[in-house]
Nanobody, 115 residues
Framework: QVQLVESGGGLVQAGGSLRLSCAASGSIARGYTMGWYRQAPGKQRELVATITSGGRTNYADSVKGRFTISRDNVKTSVYLQMDSLKPEDTGVYYC?????????WGQGTQVTVSS
């Protein structure tokens, strides 16, 4: 079981930037795929970006070219650099750690982008 704690959310104007962090309680180096998801009010949770243990990344079309996911050298933290933010990026952002059928979620961090 991996425990995840997100941080870095907040209020930002459109066009601004935020950097989200996700700290894992244990080693995520051994095969965990890490991801960021978001949920806007009244909408389903959706994929934002994922990164495999080998560093392969995947992004939702809506954030390609604006967001960058990364993980640190010892692979206990994952980051989401968000640039050129838009009001439609507003939502609660959740960190996820997945290994096989095991899926672990953080508590979420609020991101609000004002127009």
């Amino acid at each position: 079981q991996v425990q995840l704690v997100e941080s870095g959310g907040g209020l930002v104007q459109a066009g601004g930037s935020l950097r989200l962090s996700c700290a894992a309680s244990g080693s995520i180096a051994r095969g965990y795929t890490m991801g960021w998801y978001r949920q806007a009010p009244g909408k389903q949770r959706e994929l934002v970006a994922t990164i495999t243990s080998g560093g392969r990344t995947n992004y939702a079309d809506s954030v390609k070219g604006r967001f960058t996911i990364s993980r640190d050298n010892v692979k206990t933290s994952v980051y989401l650099q968000m640039d050129s933010l838009k009001p439609e990026d507003t939502g609660v952002y959740y960190c996820n750690a997945k290994l096989g059928v095991s899926s672990n979620w953080g508590q979420g961090t609020q991101v609000t982008v004002s127009s």
